[in-house]
Protein backbone atom coordinates (compact mmCIF):
# COMPACT_ATOMS: atom_id res chain seq x y z
CA UNK A 1 0.00 0.00 0.00
CA UNK A 2 1.09 3.30 -0.90
CA UNK A 3 2.67 6.15 1.47
CA UNK A 4 3.11 8.56 -0.94
CA UNK A 5 0.59 11.64 -0.30
CA UNK A 6 0.00 12.22 -3.91
CA UNK A 7 -1.17 9.16 -4.88
CA UNK A 8 -4.62 10.47 -2.55
CA UNK A 9 -4.96 13.19 -4.98
CA UNK A 10 -8.28 12.73 -6.96
CA UNK A 11 -8.25 14.11 -10.45
CA UNK A 12 -12.04 13.78 -10.95
CA UNK A 13 -13.01 15.42 -7.42
CA UNK A 14 -10.08 17.95 -8.75
CA UNK A 15 -11.88 18.92 -11.89
CA UNK A 16 -15.21 18.43 -10.83
CA UNK A 17 -15.04 21.36 -7.94
CA UNK A 18 -13.67 23.65 -10.77
CA UNK A 19 -16.16 23.33 -12.81
CA UNK A 20 -19.13 23.80 -10.19
CA UNK A 21 -16.67 27.24 -8.87
CA UNK A 22 -16.82 28.12 -12.46
CA UNK A 23 -21.19 28.50 -11.94
CA UNK A 24 -20.29 31.28 -9.64
CA UNK A 25 -20.37 34.17 -12.16
CA UNK A 26 -20.55 32.26 -15.40
CA UNK A 27 -20.30 34.27 -18.60
CA UNK A 28 -22.71 32.94 -21.52
CA UNK A 29 -19.16 32.60 -23.62
CA UNK A 30 -18.42 30.26 -20.83
CA UNK A 31 -15.78 31.93 -18.84
CA UNK A 32 -16.07 33.78 -15.28
CA UNK A 33 -16.69 37.48 -14.00
CA UNK A 34 -15.95 37.00 -10.44
CA UNK A 35 -15.28 40.87 -9.28
CA UNK A 36 -13.26 40.80 -5.53
CA UNK A 37 -16.34 40.80 -2.68
CA UNK A 38 -19.06 40.44 -4.86
CA UNK A 39 -21.80 38.49 -4.05
CA UNK A 40 -20.24 35.66 -6.19
CA UNK A 41 -17.18 36.38 -4.49
CA UNK A 42 -18.89 35.67 -1.02
CA UNK A 43 -20.58 32.69 -2.74
CA UNK A 44 -17.48 30.89 -3.57
CA UNK A 45 -15.72 31.30 -0.33
CA UNK A 46 -19.13 29.63 1.31
CA UNK A 47 -18.75 26.95 -1.19
CA UNK A 48 -14.87 26.46 0.14
CA UNK A 49 -16.32 26.49 3.42
CA UNK A 50 -18.64 23.79 2.65
CA UNK A 51 -16.24 21.50 1.21
CA UNK A 52 -13.71 21.94 3.74
CA UNK A 53 -16.35 21.24 6.72
CA UNK A 54 -16.57 17.07 5.92
CA UNK A 55 -12.43 17.15 6.45
CA UNK A 56 -12.82 19.40 9.82
CA UNK A 57 -11.31 22.75 8.54
CA UNK A 58 -12.55 25.61 9.90
CA UNK A 59 -13.11 28.92 7.78
CA UNK A 60 -12.42 32.15 9.02
CA UNK A 61 -11.54 35.74 6.98
CA UNK A 62 -9.32 38.56 8.49
CA UNK A 63 -10.01 42.46 8.23
CA UNK A 64 -8.68 42.79 4.96
CA UNK A 65 -11.37 40.08 3.43
CA UNK A 66 -8.45 37.31 2.76
CA UNK A 67 -10.39 34.16 3.13
CA UNK A 68 -8.88 31.02 4.96
CA UNK A 69 -9.44 27.19 5.83
CA UNK A 70 -7.47 25.85 8.51
CA UNK A 71 -6.04 22.28 8.99
CA UNK A 72 -5.47 22.00 12.61
CA UNK A 73 -1.61 20.67 13.23
CA UNK A 74 -0.50 19.69 16.50
CA UNK A 75 1.11 22.72 18.15
CA UNK A 76 -1.94 25.14 17.24
CA UNK A 77 0.09 28.33 17.93
CA UNK A 78 3.04 27.51 15.55
CA UNK A 79 3.56 29.33 12.07
CA UNK A 80 1.38 27.87 9.44
CA UNK A 81 1.86 26.06 6.47
CA UNK A 82 -0.06 27.88 3.69
CA UNK A 83 -1.11 27.53 0.39
CA UNK A 84 -3.73 28.91 -2.07
CA UNK A 85 -4.23 32.30 -4.79
CA UNK A 86 -7.21 34.07 -5.47
CA UNK A 87 -11.03 33.19 -6.11
CA UNK A 88 -11.79 36.95 -7.42
CA UNK A 89 -11.54 37.21 -11.41
CA UNK A 90 -10.77 39.53 -14.68
CA UNK A 91 -14.41 40.53 -16.04
CA UNK A 92 -14.56 38.29 -19.14
CA UNK A 93 -11.79 35.91 -16.68
CA UNK A 94 -11.17 32.02 -17.46
CA UNK A 95 -11.89 28.95 -15.15
CA UNK A 96 -8.48 28.82 -13.46
CA UNK A 97 -6.53 31.66 -13.16
CA UNK A 98 -6.32 31.66 -9.39
CA UNK A 99 -9.16 29.81 -8.53
CA UNK A 100 -6.92 26.74 -9.34
CA UNK A 101 -4.60 27.18 -6.71
CA UNK A 102 -7.04 27.61 -4.19
CA UNK A 103 -8.91 24.18 -5.18
CA UNK A 104 -5.61 22.53 -5.71
CA UNK A 105 -4.28 23.53 -2.23
CA UNK A 106 -8.06 22.20 -0.87
CA UNK A 107 -7.18 18.88 -2.79
CA UNK A 108 -3.64 18.06 -1.57
CA UNK A 109 -5.02 18.71 2.33
CA UNK A 110 -7.48 16.61 1.57
CA UNK A 111 -5.19 13.75 -0.17
CA UNK A 112 -2.78 14.48 3.08
CA UNK A 113 -5.59 13.79 5.03
CA UNK A 114 -6.72 10.65 3.58
CA UNK A 115 -2.99 9.70 3.56
CA UNK A 116 -3.13 9.70 7.32
CA UNK A 117 -0.81 12.52 7.82
CA UNK A 118 -0.94 14.69 10.93
CA UNK A 119 0.89 18.12 10.31
CA UNK A 120 3.22 19.64 13.19
CA UNK A 121 1.90 23.14 12.61
CA UNK A 122 -1.75 24.43 11.02
CA UNK A 123 -1.76 24.53 7.42
CA UNK A 124 -3.77 27.32 5.83
CA UNK A 125 -5.85 27.41 2.42
CA UNK A 126 -6.08 30.95 1.40
CA UNK A 127 -7.96 32.77 -1.12
CA UNK A 128 -6.49 36.48 -1.27
CA UNK A 129 -8.59 39.42 -1.61
CA UNK A 130 -8.54 41.13 -4.74
CA UNK A 131 -5.64 39.99 -6.27
CA UNK A 132 -6.79 40.51 -9.94
CA UNK A 133 -7.50 44.36 -9.37
CA UNK A 134 -10.58 44.33 -11.94
CA UNK A 135 -12.84 45.98 -8.81
CA UNK A 136 -9.99 47.86 -6.73
CA UNK A 137 -7.09 49.09 -8.17
CA UNK A 138 -4.05 48.02 -7.61
CA UNK A 139 -4.29 44.30 -7.60
CA UNK A 140 -3.08 42.09 -4.83
CA UNK A 141 -5.04 44.31 -1.59
CA UNK A 142 -5.15 41.31 0.69
CA UNK A 143 -2.02 40.19 0.59
CA UNK A 144 -0.23 43.24 0.38
CA UNK A 145 -2.19 43.99 3.70
CA UNK A 146 -1.43 40.85 5.00
CA UNK A 147 1.95 40.94 4.89
CA UNK A 148 2.38 44.74 6.18
CA UNK A 149 3.16 46.13 2.30
CA UNK A 150 0.14 48.18 2.97
CA UNK A 151 -2.00 49.35 6.07
CA UNK A 152 -5.59 48.22 6.67
CA UNK A 153 -6.76 51.60 6.80
CA UNK A 154 -5.49 52.27 3.12
CA UNK A 155 -6.63 49.22 2.15
CA UNK A 156 -9.93 49.39 3.42
CA UNK A 157 -10.41 52.87 1.61
CA UNK A 158 -9.78 51.92 -1.90
CA UNK A 159 -12.44 52.21 -4.11
CA UNK A 160 -14.09 50.70 -7.30
CA UNK A 161 -14.98 52.24 -10.13
CA UNK A 162 -18.45 53.11 -8.71
CA UNK A 163 -16.73 54.42 -5.24
CA UNK A 164 -17.77 51.73 -3.45
CA UNK A 165 -14.67 51.21 -0.80
CA UNK A 166 -13.34 48.24 -0.05
CA UNK A 167 -15.01 48.67 3.63
CA UNK A 168 -18.35 48.87 1.78
CA UNK A 169 -18.00 46.02 -0.03
CA UNK A 170 -16.83 44.09 3.02
CA UNK A 171 -19.54 45.65 4.77
CA UNK A 172 -22.31 44.30 2.14
CA UNK A 173 -20.72 40.91 2.39
CA UNK A 174 -20.64 40.46 5.74
CA UNK A 175 -24.39 38.99 6.52
CA UNK A 176 -23.84 36.53 4.22
CA UNK A 177 -20.49 35.24 5.72
CA UNK A 178 -21.73 36.11 9.61
CA UNK A 179 -20.66 32.33 10.50
CA UNK A 180 -17.08 32.34 9.44
CA UNK A 181 -15.02 33.89 12.55
CA UNK A 182 -12.49 36.42 12.23
CA UNK A 183 -8.72 36.41 12.77
CA UNK A 184 -6.09 38.60 12.90
CA UNK A 185 -4.55 40.05 10.22
CA UNK A 186 -0.88 39.06 9.44
CA UNK A 187 1.77 36.95 11.64
CA UNK A 188 4.24 34.72 11.19
CA UNK A 189 3.84 31.97 7.89
CA UNK A 190 6.29 28.97 7.98
CA UNK A 191 6.18 28.75 3.90
CA UNK A 192 4.02 29.89 1.24
CA UNK A 193 3.39 27.72 -1.97
CA UNK A 194 1.11 28.98 -4.90
CA UNK A 195 0.08 26.99 -7.58
CA UNK A 196 -1.28 28.56 -10.48
CA UNK A 197 -1.73 28.32 -14.23
CA UNK A 198 1.16 29.57 -16.21
CA UNK A 199 -0.43 32.19 -18.51
CA UNK A 200 1.41 31.65 -20.79
CA UNK A 201 2.81 29.42 -23.66
CA UNK A 202 6.20 27.62 -22.59
CA UNK A 203 5.41 24.54 -21.02
CA UNK A 204 2.40 23.49 -23.30
CA UNK A 205 4.81 24.82 -26.39
CA UNK A 206 7.71 22.37 -24.80
CA UNK A 207 5.30 19.59 -23.68
CA UNK A 208 6.26 19.86 -20.13
CA UNK A 209 3.59 19.83 -16.81
CA UNK A 210 4.63 21.62 -14.22
CA UNK A 211 6.68 24.56 -14.00
CA UNK A 212 9.28 25.38 -11.11
CA UNK A 213 8.89 29.29 -11.10
CA UNK A 214 12.04 30.81 -10.37
CA UNK A 215 10.93 34.18 -9.46
CA UNK A 216 8.15 37.01 -10.79
CA UNK A 217 9.29 39.96 -12.95
CA UNK A 218 8.63 43.62 -11.48
CA UNK A 219 5.57 45.46 -12.50
CA UNK A 220 5.08 49.41 -10.93
CA UNK A 221 1.61 50.59 -11.67
CA UNK A 222 0.12 54.25 -11.97
CA UNK A 223 -3.07 56.35 -12.59
CA UNK A 224 -2.72 59.51 -14.93
CA UNK A 225 -5.43 62.49 -14.52
CA UNK A 226 -6.07 64.74 -17.24
CA UNK A 227 -7.83 67.66 -16.34
CA UNK A 228 -8.54 69.75 -19.55
CA UNK A 229 -11.87 72.11 -20.20
CA UNK A 230 -15.38 70.83 -21.31
CA UNK A 231 -16.35 72.97 -24.61
CA UNK A 232 -19.10 72.95 -27.91
CA UNK A 233 -17.79 70.69 -30.13
CA UNK A 234 -19.20 72.69 -32.65
CA UNK A 235 -18.35 76.83 -31.55
CA UNK A 236 -15.25 76.00 -29.68
CA UNK A 237 -11.86 77.19 -31.89
CA UNK A 238 -8.84 74.65 -31.06
CA UNK A 239 -6.95 77.24 -30.16
CA UNK A 240 -9.65 77.88 -27.01
CA UNK A 241 -9.63 73.90 -26.44
CA UNK A 242 -8.61 72.30 -23.36
CA UNK A 243 -9.47 68.58 -24.32
CA UNK A 244 -7.76 66.24 -22.36
CA UNK A 245 -8.49 63.17 -24.78
CA UNK A 246 -6.10 64.51 -27.30
CA UNK A 247 -4.05 65.08 -24.06
CA UNK A 248 -4.13 61.71 -22.90
CA UNK A 249 -4.01 60.17 -25.98
CA UNK A 250 -0.92 62.16 -26.83
CA UNK A 251 0.70 60.63 -23.67
CA UNK A 252 0.02 57.14 -24.42
CA UNK A 253 1.42 57.70 -27.70
CA UNK A 254 4.59 58.98 -26.60
CA UNK A 255 5.28 56.77 -23.37
CA UNK A 256 4.87 53.90 -25.89
CA UNK A 257 7.37 55.08 -28.47
CA UNK A 258 9.99 56.07 -25.69
CA UNK A 259 9.38 53.35 -23.20
CA UNK A 260 9.89 51.03 -26.09
CA UNK A 261 12.85 48.15 -26.19
CA UNK A 262 14.06 46.67 -29.40
CA UNK A 263 14.46 43.50 -27.16
CA UNK A 264 10.49 43.80 -26.55
CA UNK A 265 11.75 43.10 -23.21
CA UNK A 266 9.61 46.10 -21.58
CA UNK A 267 5.57 45.39 -21.15
CA UNK A 268 3.78 48.70 -21.10
CA UNK A 269 -0.09 48.39 -20.86
CA UNK A 270 -2.76 51.09 -20.72
CA UNK A 271 -5.70 48.94 -19.66
CA UNK A 272 -8.21 51.69 -18.60
CA UNK A 273 -9.38 54.94 -20.59
CA UNK A 274 -12.24 56.62 -18.40
CA UNK A 275 -13.40 59.96 -20.33
CA UNK A 276 -15.66 62.44 -19.14
CA UNK A 277 -18.28 63.31 -19.47
CA UNK A 278 -17.72 60.64 -22.39
CA UNK A 279 -20.11 62.60 -24.87
CA UNK A 280 -20.18 62.64 -28.71
CA UNK A 281 -20.19 66.54 -28.93
CA UNK A 282 -18.49 67.82 -25.76
CA UNK A 283 -14.95 68.48 -25.91
CA UNK A 284 -13.24 66.17 -22.88
CA UNK A 285 -13.20 68.09 -19.57
CA UNK A 286 -11.10 65.32 -17.99
CA UNK A 287 -9.63 61.87 -19.04
CA UNK A 288 -8.34 59.09 -16.50
CA UNK A 289 -5.85 56.53 -17.60
CA UNK A 290 -3.92 53.25 -16.00
CA UNK A 291 -0.36 52.13 -16.80
CA UNK A 292 1.02 48.89 -15.91
CA UNK A 293 4.98 48.51 -16.48
CA UNK A 294 6.55 45.69 -16.47
CA UNK A 295 10.61 44.59 -16.40
CA UNK A 296 12.39 41.49 -15.37
CA UNK A 297 15.41 43.70 -14.38
CA UNK A 298 14.72 46.07 -11.17
CA UNK A 299 17.25 48.57 -11.97
CA UNK A 300 15.50 49.09 -15.85
CA UNK A 301 11.80 48.96 -14.24
CA UNK A 302 13.09 51.64 -11.77
CA UNK A 303 14.55 54.03 -14.67
CA UNK A 304 11.66 53.30 -17.28
CA UNK A 305 9.22 54.32 -14.48
CA UNK A 306 10.99 57.45 -13.40
CA UNK A 307 10.43 58.73 -16.85
CA UNK A 308 6.77 58.42 -16.61
CA UNK A 309 5.44 61.37 -15.20
CA UNK A 310 8.21 63.62 -17.32
CA UNK A 311 6.86 62.26 -20.40
CA UNK A 312 3.37 62.87 -19.17
CA UNK A 313 3.89 66.17 -18.41
CA UNK A 314 6.11 67.36 -21.50
CA UNK A 315 2.64 65.91 -23.27
CA UNK A 316 0.31 67.77 -21.75
CA UNK A 317 -0.47 70.51 -23.65
CA UNK A 318 -2.69 73.08 -22.48
CA UNK A 319 -3.92 70.72 -20.07
CA UNK A 320 -3.03 69.98 -16.13
CA UNK A 321 -2.04 66.18 -15.46
CA UNK A 322 -1.54 64.50 -12.07
CA UNK A 323 0.64 61.19 -11.86
CA UNK A 324 0.47 58.79 -9.16
CA UNK A 325 1.83 55.90 -8.37
CA UNK A 326 -0.10 53.01 -6.97
CA UNK A 327 2.54 49.95 -6.79
CA UNK A 328 6.20 49.64 -7.17
CA UNK A 329 6.80 46.21 -6.96
CA UNK A 330 10.67 45.02 -8.10
CA UNK A 331 11.87 41.97 -9.69
CA UNK A 332 12.20 38.94 -7.44
CA UNK A 333 14.04 35.61 -7.19
CA UNK A 334 12.16 32.65 -4.78
CA UNK A 335 14.39 30.78 -2.70
CA UNK A 336 16.31 28.02 -3.80
CA UNK A 337 15.69 25.40 -1.23
CA UNK A 338 11.77 25.43 -1.62
CA UNK A 339 12.48 25.17 -5.95
CA UNK A 340 14.85 22.23 -4.89
CA UNK A 341 11.26 20.48 -3.09
CA UNK A 342 9.31 21.20 -6.02
CA UNK A 343 11.79 20.07 -8.82
CA UNK A 344 12.32 16.77 -6.66
CA UNK A 345 8.54 16.05 -6.02
CA UNK A 346 8.01 16.36 -9.89
CA UNK A 347 11.21 14.36 -10.75
CA UNK A 348 10.08 11.08 -8.48
CA UNK A 349 6.69 11.24 -9.97
CA UNK A 350 8.56 11.53 -13.13
CA UNK A 351 6.43 14.83 -14.32
CA UNK A 352 7.77 16.68 -16.78
CA UNK A 353 8.95 19.88 -15.98
CA UNK A 354 11.31 22.98 -15.85
CA UNK A 355 12.50 26.07 -14.25
CA UNK A 356 11.19 29.46 -15.79
CA UNK A 357 10.43 32.97 -14.85
CA UNK A 358 6.40 34.79 -14.20
CA UNK A 359 5.93 37.63 -16.06
CA UNK A 360 2.78 37.83 -14.51
CA UNK A 361 2.22 39.39 -10.98
CA UNK A 362 0.61 36.81 -8.46
CA UNK A 363 -0.15 37.26 -4.06
CA UNK A 364 3.05 35.33 -3.88
CA UNK A 365 5.07 38.50 -4.76
CA UNK A 366 3.55 39.78 -1.18
CA UNK A 367 4.32 36.56 0.48
CA UNK A 368 8.32 36.06 -0.51
CA UNK A 369 8.98 39.24 2.00
CA UNK A 370 7.55 37.83 5.31
CA UNK A 371 8.29 33.96 4.39
CA UNK A 372 10.53 30.67 1.93
CA UNK A 373 7.87 31.08 -0.66
CA UNK A 374 7.33 29.26 -4.23
CA UNK A 375 5.16 28.65 -7.31
CA UNK A 376 4.11 26.28 -9.00
CA UNK A 377 3.24 26.28 -12.71
CA UNK A 378 0.96 24.14 -15.01
CA UNK A 379 0.01 24.97 -18.89
CA UNK A 380 -2.23 27.53 -20.54
CA UNK A 381 -4.09 26.28 -23.74
CA UNK A 382 -1.74 28.63 -26.29
CA UNK A 383 -0.92 30.87 -23.37
CA UNK A 384 -4.26 32.41 -23.70
CA UNK A 385 -5.27 34.05 -19.97
CA UNK A 386 -7.56 36.85 -18.60
CA UNK A 387 -9.88 35.57 -21.62
CA UNK A 388 -13.05 33.26 -21.95
CA UNK A 389 -11.75 30.97 -24.08
CA UNK A 390 -8.40 30.02 -21.02
CA UNK A 391 -7.84 26.26 -20.61
CA UNK A 392 -5.56 23.80 -18.83
CA UNK A 393 -6.22 19.91 -19.50
CA UNK A 394 -7.49 17.88 -16.61
CA UNK A 395 -4.22 15.76 -16.68
CA UNK A 396 -2.08 19.09 -16.18
CA UNK A 397 -4.85 19.94 -13.63
CA UNK A 398 -3.57 16.92 -11.74
CA UNK A 399 0.35 16.64 -12.17
CA UNK A 400 0.26 20.35 -10.44
CA UNK A 401 -1.66 19.08 -7.92
CA UNK A 402 0.43 15.76 -6.37
CA UNK A 403 3.33 17.96 -6.82
CA UNK A 404 2.02 20.18 -4.76
CA UNK A 405 0.73 17.55 -2.13
CA UNK A 406 3.93 16.14 -2.25
CA UNK A 407 5.45 19.66 -1.51
CA UNK A 408 3.28 20.19 1.35
CA UNK A 409 3.85 16.66 3.11
CA UNK A 410 7.34 17.99 2.98
CA UNK A 411 6.88 20.83 5.03
CA UNK A 412 4.46 19.69 7.64
CA UNK A 413 6.51 18.38 9.82
CA UNK A 414 8.21 21.16 11.82
CA UNK A 415 11.89 19.45 11.31
CA UNK A 416 11.80 19.84 7.36
CA UNK A 417 12.73 23.57 7.41
CA UNK A 418 11.90 24.95 4.16
Known amino acids: MTNRAS ?12 AEMARLGATAAGGVDRPALSPADGDAQRLMAAWGAPLGLTP ?13 GLHADAAPVMSGSHLDSQPTGGKYDGVYGVVAALEAVQALIDAGRQPDMPVDIVAWMNEEGSRFAPGMLGSAAFAGARSLEDTLAVTDAEGATVAD ?31 GPVLEREGLQVGVVTGIQGKHTYRVTVHGEAAHAGTSTRAERKDALLAATAMVQALAAEIHDAQDCVKFTVGRFDVTPSAPSVVASRVVFSIDL ?7 LRTLSDRIEPIC ?16 ADSLTFPHALREHIDRAATALAIPHRDLPSAAGHDARYLH ?31 GARVLTDVLDRLITSAKTP
Do not use: K
Open 7 to 18: DFVNAERLNDRL
Open 60 to 72: SRDPAGNFFLRWA
Open 169 to 199: ALAALAPGLVTMPTRALGGAVHAYIEAHIEQ
Open 294 to 300: RHPDTET
Open 313 to 328: TAHRGPCAVEVVRLSA
Open 369 to 399: ATCPTAMIFVPSRDGITHNEAEYTAPADLYA
